[in-house]
């Protein structure tokens, strides 16, 4: 497939609400491909659809690097706990903040056949769940950062 561009912040997409999905079309299994691949390409855990400048509400997650789930019209319908620590997005790189984020989280998607799902994440999936949610209503990471957004050093290669 294809790496797209990812949009960054200022530009006006990302703070746009995204509309649902009503069918997955050959187009729209071309874009979450394509999301997948950016998003590996680019090192993040996570890529909602805004991000590469499409306004519908699709995500795709993998904490792991090994399990890619599918989010189409995800809502969050449970949060419990919390927990608090350091955030980044693809949207800002080399940037964090420290966020405040439910520990546990289920939400109710639709997978590429559009077969409603349940998807139950605690930490880190469970921030990446509620980060990328966020990106499909015009949110940003950054309006709930405590304190202030700071460098991020990239790792050192071997």
């Not at 649902?20 to 998003?39: A, G, K, N, Q, S």
């Not at 509400?57 to 989010?71: K, S, Y």
């Amino acid at each position: 497939m294809a790496i797209r561009n990812i949009r960054e912040f200022g530009d006006p997409v990302l703070n746009k609400p995204c509309k649902e999905v009503t069918e997955v079309t050959p187009r729209v299994r071309e874009l979450i491909e394509d999301m997948l691949d950016t998003m590996y390409a680019a090192g993040g855990v996570g890529l909602a659809a805004p991000q590469v400048g499409i306004l519908k509400r699709i995500v795709v997650i993998d904490t792991t690097g090994e399990d890619p789930h599918i989010l189409i019209n995800p809502r969050i319908v449970e949060t419990e706990g919390e927990q608090t620590g350091s955030e980044g997005c693809l949207s800002f790189p080399g940037k964090a903040g420290t966020v405040t984020r439910p520990k546990k989280v289920k939400c109710i998607a639709y997978d590429v056949e559009m077969n409603e799902y349940t998807l139950e994440g605690e930490d880190l999936l469970a921030r990446a769940i509620c980060h990328e949610c966020d990106h499909l209503d015009g949110h940003l990471y950054t309006e709930k950062v405590e304190g202030e957004v700071y460098e991020v050093k990239p790792a050192e290669e071997d």
